[in-house]
Protein backbone atom coordinates (compact mmCIF):
# COMPACT_ATOMS: atom_id res chain seq x y z
CA UNK A 1 0.00 0.00 0.00
CA UNK A 2 1.43 3.27 -0.89
CA UNK A 3 0.56 6.47 1.82
CA UNK A 4 -1.31 9.52 0.21
CA UNK A 5 -1.53 12.80 1.04
CA UNK A 6 -2.69 14.03 4.50
CA UNK A 7 -6.26 14.94 3.39
CA UNK A 8 -7.35 16.61 6.57
CA UNK A 9 -7.06 16.82 10.49
CA UNK A 10 -10.23 16.18 12.41
CA UNK A 11 -10.19 19.02 15.57
CA UNK A 12 -13.68 17.78 17.81
CA UNK A 13 -14.79 21.35 19.36
CA UNK A 14 -17.86 21.43 21.58
CA UNK A 15 -19.40 24.37 19.05
CA UNK A 16 -18.52 24.62 15.77
CA UNK A 17 -20.24 28.14 15.44
CA UNK A 18 -17.67 29.68 18.07
CA UNK A 19 -14.94 27.79 16.39
CA UNK A 20 -16.16 29.18 12.90
CA UNK A 21 -16.18 32.42 14.86
CA UNK A 22 -12.07 31.48 16.36
CA UNK A 23 -10.40 30.54 13.31
CA UNK A 24 -11.81 33.14 11.14
CA UNK A 25 -11.61 36.11 13.93
CA UNK A 26 -8.53 34.65 15.41
CA UNK A 27 -6.88 32.92 13.24
CA UNK A 28 -7.69 35.06 10.06
CA UNK A 29 -8.78 31.80 7.82
CA UNK A 30 -10.95 33.35 5.02
CA UNK A 31 -12.24 30.05 3.30
CA UNK A 32 -14.29 28.15 5.91
CA UNK A 33 -17.24 25.88 4.47
CA UNK A 34 -20.63 26.05 5.77
CA UNK A 35 -21.29 23.91 8.59
CA UNK A 36 -23.59 20.92 7.78
CA UNK A 37 -24.95 17.68 9.32
CA UNK A 38 -23.82 14.38 8.94
CA UNK A 39 -26.46 12.10 10.67
CA UNK A 40 -25.06 8.79 9.84
CA UNK A 41 -21.86 9.86 10.69
CA UNK A 42 -23.14 11.58 14.24
CA UNK A 43 -21.55 15.00 13.78
CA UNK A 44 -21.48 18.34 12.61
CA UNK A 45 -18.74 18.69 10.38
CA UNK A 46 -16.85 22.36 8.39
CA UNK A 47 -14.12 22.92 6.62
CA UNK A 48 -11.52 25.19 7.11
CA UNK A 49 -9.15 25.36 4.47
CA UNK A 50 -5.67 27.37 4.72
CA UNK A 51 -4.02 28.70 1.70
CA UNK A 52 -1.29 26.60 -0.46
CA UNK A 53 2.02 28.33 -0.28
CA UNK A 54 1.44 29.78 -3.64
CA UNK A 55 -1.21 32.33 -2.35
CA UNK A 56 -4.72 32.23 -1.05
CA UNK A 57 -6.27 32.43 -4.31
CA UNK A 58 -4.63 29.70 -6.45
CA UNK A 59 -6.84 27.06 -7.39
CA UNK A 60 -6.08 23.96 -5.24
CA UNK A 61 -6.30 24.68 -0.97
CA UNK A 62 -3.36 24.00 1.59
CA UNK A 63 -3.84 21.81 4.67
CA UNK A 64 -7.47 21.46 5.57
CA UNK A 65 -8.90 21.12 9.29
CA UNK A 66 -12.30 18.98 9.53
CA UNK A 67 -13.87 21.04 12.54
CA UNK A 68 -16.24 18.47 14.14
CA UNK A 69 -19.21 18.69 16.83
CA UNK A 70 -20.84 16.04 18.17
CA UNK A 71 -25.02 15.67 17.17
CA UNK A 72 -25.31 13.87 20.47
CA UNK A 73 -24.75 11.25 22.72
CA UNK A 74 -24.54 9.08 20.32
CA UNK A 75 -21.74 10.11 18.44
CA UNK A 76 -18.31 8.68 18.20
CA UNK A 77 -17.16 11.73 19.01
CA UNK A 78 -18.90 11.77 22.59
CA UNK A 79 -16.79 9.95 24.17
CA UNK A 80 -13.80 12.46 23.12
CA UNK A 81 -15.51 15.42 24.11
CA UNK A 82 -16.11 13.98 27.73
CA UNK A 83 -12.25 13.29 28.07
CA UNK A 84 -11.37 16.74 26.70
CA UNK A 85 -14.55 19.11 27.06
CA UNK A 86 -12.65 22.03 25.23
CA UNK A 87 -11.95 19.84 22.44
CA UNK A 88 -9.05 19.11 20.54
CA UNK A 89 -7.05 17.17 18.01
CA UNK A 90 -9.09 14.55 17.24
CA UNK A 91 -7.82 11.89 14.01
CA UNK A 92 -5.83 12.53 10.92
CA UNK A 93 -6.84 11.46 7.41
CA UNK A 94 -4.62 10.01 4.51
CA UNK A 95 -5.21 9.13 1.61
CA UNK A 96 -5.29 5.91 -0.64
CA UNK A 97 -5.07 5.17 -4.34
CA UNK A 98 -7.59 1.94 -3.49
CA UNK A 99 -10.05 1.65 -0.26
CA UNK A 100 -10.56 -2.40 -0.42
CA UNK A 101 -7.12 -2.80 -0.93
CA UNK A 102 -5.90 -0.64 1.75
CA UNK A 103 -8.57 -2.26 4.39
CA UNK A 104 -7.16 -5.67 3.25
CA UNK A 105 -3.81 -4.31 4.24
CA UNK A 106 -4.64 -3.18 7.39
CA UNK A 107 -6.51 -6.18 8.49
CA UNK A 108 -3.47 -8.51 7.17
CA UNK A 109 -1.29 -6.51 9.87
CA UNK A 110 -4.26 -7.58 12.68
CA UNK A 111 -5.19 -3.49 12.89
CA UNK A 112 -8.61 -3.11 14.38
CA UNK A 113 -10.78 -1.04 11.70
CA UNK A 114 -13.51 0.51 13.35
CA UNK A 115 -17.09 0.10 11.52
CA UNK A 116 -18.03 -0.59 7.97
CA UNK A 117 -16.09 1.28 4.95
CA UNK A 118 -18.30 3.95 4.36
CA UNK A 119 -19.08 7.80 2.32
CA UNK A 120 -17.54 10.12 4.13
CA UNK A 121 -17.67 14.13 4.48
CA UNK A 122 -16.01 14.13 0.95
CA UNK A 123 -17.81 11.63 -0.86
CA UNK A 124 -15.51 9.27 -1.00
CA UNK A 125 -14.95 5.84 0.67
CA UNK A 126 -13.31 6.34 4.43
CA UNK A 127 -12.97 3.90 6.96
CA UNK A 128 -11.02 4.24 10.68
CA UNK A 129 -7.89 1.97 12.70
CA UNK A 130 -8.18 2.28 16.08
CA UNK A 131 -5.86 4.50 17.60
CA UNK A 132 -4.47 1.88 20.08
CA UNK A 133 -3.02 0.20 16.90
CA UNK A 134 -1.71 3.67 14.93
CA UNK A 135 0.33 5.34 18.01
CA UNK A 136 -2.75 6.60 19.70
CA UNK A 137 -3.30 8.44 16.63
CA UNK A 138 -6.79 7.66 15.31
CA UNK A 139 -6.70 7.56 11.68
CA UNK A 140 -8.36 7.98 9.21
CA UNK A 141 -8.09 6.46 5.90
CA UNK A 142 -9.56 8.06 2.79
CA UNK A 143 -9.68 6.91 -1.20
CA UNK A 144 -8.52 9.72 -3.34
CA UNK A 145 -11.29 11.73 -4.87
CA UNK A 146 -11.16 11.17 -8.22
CA UNK A 147 -10.90 15.01 -8.88
CA UNK A 148 -9.69 17.41 -6.11
CA UNK A 149 -12.55 18.69 -4.84
CA UNK A 150 -12.41 22.59 -3.73
CA UNK A 151 -14.19 23.35 -0.55
CA UNK A 152 -15.33 26.81 0.20
CA UNK A 153 -18.29 28.82 0.83
C1 LIG B 1 -18.01 12.79 8.81
C2 LIG B 1 -16.95 11.88 8.41
C3 LIG B 1 -15.68 12.60 8.66
C4 LIG B 1 -14.77 12.42 7.47
O1 LIG B 1 -13.60 12.80 7.54
O2 LIG B 1 -15.29 11.97 6.43
C5 LIG B 1 -15.04 12.17 9.95
O3 LIG B 1 -13.84 12.23 10.14
S1 LIG B 1 -16.13 11.65 11.18
C6 LIG B 1 -15.10 11.60 12.67
C7 LIG B 1 -15.88 10.97 13.78
N1 LIG B 1 -16.00 9.54 13.59
C8 LIG B 1 -15.10 8.69 14.16
O4 LIG B 1 -14.20 9.11 14.87
C9 LIG B 1 -15.30 7.22 13.87
C10 LIG B 1 -14.18 6.38 14.49
N2 LIG B 1 -14.11 6.60 15.92
C11 LIG B 1 -14.60 5.67 16.83
O5 LIG B 1 -15.11 4.62 16.47
C12 LIG B 1 -14.49 6.05 18.30
O6 LIG B 1 -14.28 7.45 18.40
C13 LIG B 1 -13.29 5.33 19.03
C14 LIG B 1 -13.56 3.83 19.03
C15 LIG B 1 -11.98 5.66 18.37
C16 LIG B 1 -13.25 5.85 20.45
O7 LIG B 1 -14.55 5.75 20.97
P1 LIG B 1 -14.78 6.09 22.53
O8 LIG B 1 -14.08 7.34 22.90
O9 LIG B 1 -16.25 6.04 22.80
O10 LIG B 1 -14.14 4.79 23.17
P2 LIG B 1 -13.18 4.67 24.37
O11 LIG B 1 -13.41 5.73 25.37
O12 LIG B 1 -13.29 3.24 24.78
O13 LIG B 1 -11.74 4.91 23.68
C17 LIG B 1 -10.85 3.83 23.55
C18 LIG B 1 -9.47 4.40 23.79
O14 LIG B 1 -9.14 5.24 22.66
C19 LIG B 1 -8.87 6.55 23.15
N3 LIG B 1 -9.37 7.48 22.15
C20 LIG B 1 -10.66 7.77 21.87
N4 LIG B 1 -10.74 8.68 20.86
C21 LIG B 1 -9.46 8.97 20.53
C22 LIG B 1 -8.86 9.86 19.59
N5 LIG B 1 -9.62 10.63 18.78
N6 LIG B 1 -7.51 9.92 19.51
C23 LIG B 1 -6.75 9.13 20.32
N7 LIG B 1 -7.23 8.27 21.26
C24 LIG B 1 -8.58 8.21 21.34
C25 LIG B 1 -9.58 6.69 24.48
O15 LIG B 1 -8.96 7.67 25.25
C26 LIG B 1 -9.39 5.29 25.03
O16 LIG B 1 -8.08 5.18 25.51
P3 LIG B 1 -7.84 4.66 27.02
O17 LIG B 1 -6.35 4.76 27.22
O18 LIG B 1 -8.40 3.25 27.02
O19 LIG B 1 -8.64 5.59 27.89
CO1 LIG C 1 -12.26 13.08 9.00
Not at 96 to 113: C, H, N, P, Q
Request: charged share 20%.
Amino acid sequence: MKLGRLNHIGIAVPDIDAAIAHYRDVLGATDITEPFDLPEQGVRVCFVNTPTQSGPNSELHGTQLELLAPLDENSPVHGFMQKNPAGGQHHLCFEVEDIAEARTYFESLGKRILGPTRIGAHGTPIFFLHPKDMLGQLTEIMETPKEDAHWSN
